[in-house]
């Protein structure tokens, strides 16, 4: 029963990934665009998936991958979150530089672009908080208040800021990647308090 | 799940109107042809966007009623928030752009008295099924006939950075220049309209 339950888990985590993905691959908007912008979506896309797995890891809530190993697989895996977040706003200057810049500034008329940028900045904040983990000589009580924080407006400004863009993933297939990335971090931020 | 996500998204357009307050409701007027400046069609936009259907209809019940109070002295159309990315400036006035599809009209009218302008050369550019904004062969200009009407052949507008959305500018001697972006409501409609009053200098 353990291990059919563990086989569930891991199938619906893995189809959370891969799902949304594959799924965008398949828009037809993807013909309209060059490389470079393709990419830098499929970079957001690809962030909104690591999203997911952040808090599972850190929370040891996937069956077989306890806390401790979970948590050295967290770091590398918020390294590469802020390299796609890096990725995909790099991507769309690339594509559009005055609409990436409008952006920056808060001055989009696109209010998505808005979340987009604060959970940008939240996510390099708190992959930064993590890096300094050591030199910063926190409590571990603060230093981890500090992080949930910034993980917080992380996942409020990426879910509001995916489900306004009209873009290659699939409408359903998005919000049920929302739904999960907002579930996994309230449970791992009630259920972790070690 | 629906039940879920309205509440965030509501957050989201709440959030929106806060930082843009001024952003809503200047685009896609498709009853008057006079681009909605005051408060009242913010708020409507701003349901429209994707909240209450009864609201949005009893919102557009109200901003109706504006639109006759509004031709005494009609203000100037604001230029739009990120409407002159990708602008090229001195787009040629063409008879279709590419190989067309795809309808973008509007007005020009000057502020004061409402009266239509003719000859007003409007530029339209966007991300089609033919080539980004900042592609030359996404632009193109036409001229609005005797009763200030422009209305343009295109490629299909297709969704870019996010929102399906066109460009439009007047830039030229005796006006302001002004920079307008609308939405489309639905990325696949074939049509989008956005209208201009000018400011003589």
Same mark, same amino acid.
């Given at each position: 029963?353990?291990?059919?339950?563990?086989?569930?888990?891991?199938?619906?985590?893995?189809?959370?990934? $891969?799902?949304? +993905?594959?799924?965008?691959?398949?828009?037809?908007?993807?013909?309209?665009?060059? !490389? &470079?912008?393709?990419? /830098?979506?499929?970079?957001? &896309?690809?962030?909104?998936? #690591?999203?997911?797995?952040?808090?599972?890891?850190?929370?040891?809530?996937?069956?077989?991958?306890?806390?401790?190993?979970?948590?050295?697989?967290?770091?590398?895996?918020?390294?590469?979150?802020?390299?796609?977040?890096?990725?995909?706003?790099?991507?769309?200057?690339?594509?559009?530089?005055?609409?990436?810049?409008?952006?920056? #500034?808060?001055? /989009?008329?696109?209010?998505? /672009?808005?979340?987009?940028?604060?959970?940008?900045?939240?996510?390099?904040?708190?992959?930064?908080?993590?890096? #300094?983990?050591?030199?910063?000589?926190?409590? !571990?009580? +603060?230093?981890?208040?500090?992080?949930?924080?910034?993980?917080? $407006?992380?996942?409020?400004?990426?879910? &509001?800021?995916?489900?306004?863009?009209?873009?290659?993933?699939?409408? $359903?297939?998005?919000?049920?990647?929302?739904?999960?990335?907002?579930?996994?971090?309230?449970?791992?931020?009630?259920?972790?308090?070690? | 799940?629906? =039940?879920?996500?309205?509440?965030?998204?509501?957050?989201?357009?709440?959030?929106?109107?806060?930082?843009?307050?001024?952003?809503?409701?200047?685009?896609?007027?498709?009853?008057?042809?006079?681009?909605?400046?005051?408060?009242?069609?913010?708020?409507?936009?701003?349901?429209?966007?994707?909240?209450?259907?009864?609201?949005?209809?009893?919102?557009?019940?109200?901003?109706?009623?504006?639109?006759?109070?509004?031709?005494?002295?009609?203000?100037?159309?604001?230029?739009?928030?990120?409407?002159?990315?990708?602008?090229? *400036?001195?787009?040629?006035?063409?008879?279709?752009?590419?190989?067309?599809?795809?309808?973008?009209?509007?007005?020009?009218?000057?502020?004061?008295?409402?009266?239509?302008?003719?000859?007003?050369?409007?530029?339209?550019?966007?991300?089609? =099924?033919?080539?980004?904004?900042?592609?030359?062969?996404?632009?193109?200009?036409?001229?609005?006939?005797?009763?200030?009407?422009?209305?343009?052949?295109?490629?299909?507008?297709? *969704?870019?950075?996010?929102?399906?959305?066109?460009?439009?500018?007047?830039?030229?001697?005796?006006?302001?220049?002004?920079?307008?972006? *609308?939405?489309?409501?639905?990325?696949?409609?074939?049509?989008?309209?956005?209208?201009?009053?000018?400011?003589?200098?």
């Amino acid at each position: 029963m353990a291990a059919l339950r563990s086989v569930l888990i891991w199938t619906g985590f893995a189809a959370a990934l $891969v799902g949304p +993905i594959a799924i965008a691959a398949t828009s037809p908007l993807l013909a309209w665009r060059g !490389p &470079i912008y393709i990419a /830098s979506g499929f970079a957001g &896309i690809v962030a909104l998936a #690591l999203v997911l797995a952040q808090p599972l890891l850190a929370g040891g809530t996937l069956p077989g991958l306890p806390a401790r190993p979970g948590r050295r697989l967290h770091r590398w895996v918020g390294a590469a979150l802020v390299a796609a977040v890096a990725a995909h706003v790099g991507g769309l200057w690339l594509t559009s530089a005055p609409d990436v810049i409008d952006a920056l #500034l808060f001055e /989009s008329p696109t209010p998505f /672009s808005a979340w987009g940028v604060i959970a940008m900045w939240a996510v390099f904040a708190a992959a930064l908080l993590a890096a #300094l983990r050591g030199r910063l000589r926190l409590s !571990p009580r +603060i230093w981890r208040f500090g992080h949930k924080a910034l993980v917080v $407006v992380v996942v409020i400004g990426s879910v &509001i800021h995916a489900l306004l863009v009209e873009g290659a993933m699939g409408t $359903v297939s998005k919000a049920v990647l929302c739904v999960l990335v907002v579930a996994a971090t309230a449970k791992v931020l009630v259920d972790v308090r070690r | 799940m629906v =039940t879920v996500l309205y509440p965030i998204m509501e957050f989201a357009m709440l959030s929106a109107h806060f930082w843009y307050p001024e952003q809503y409701g200047k685009h896609q007027d498709k009853t008057g042809g006079i681009p909605l400046t005051k408060p009242q069609a913010t708020r409507r936009a701003f349901i429209c966007a994707g909240t209450t259907l009864a609201g949005a209809t009893f919102i557009i019940g109200a901003s109706g009623l504006l639109v006759p109070a509004q031709a005494q002295g009609l203000a100037p159309t604001p230029t739009m928030r990120g409407g002159a990315n990708n602008y090229l *400036p001195g787009a040629s006035v063409v008879s279709r752009i590419g190989g067309g599809g795809f309808i973008m009209s509007g007005t020009v009218r000057r502020a004061g008295d409402g009266a239509p302008l003719a000859g007003i050369r409007i530029q339209i550019w966007a991300h089609t =099924t033919e080539g980004y904004e900042s592609d030359q062969r996404s632009h193109g200009a036409t001229l609005t006939g005797a009763d200030g009407a422009f209305s343009l052949d295109m490629p299909q507008i297709i *969704p870019a950075f996010g929102q399906a959305h066109g460009h439009l500018a007047y830039e030229g001697d005796g006006f302001k220049t002004v920079f307008l972006r *609308p939405i489309m409501a639905n990325s696949k409609d074939k049509s989008l309209s956005a209208h201009f009053v000018l400011q003589p200098v």
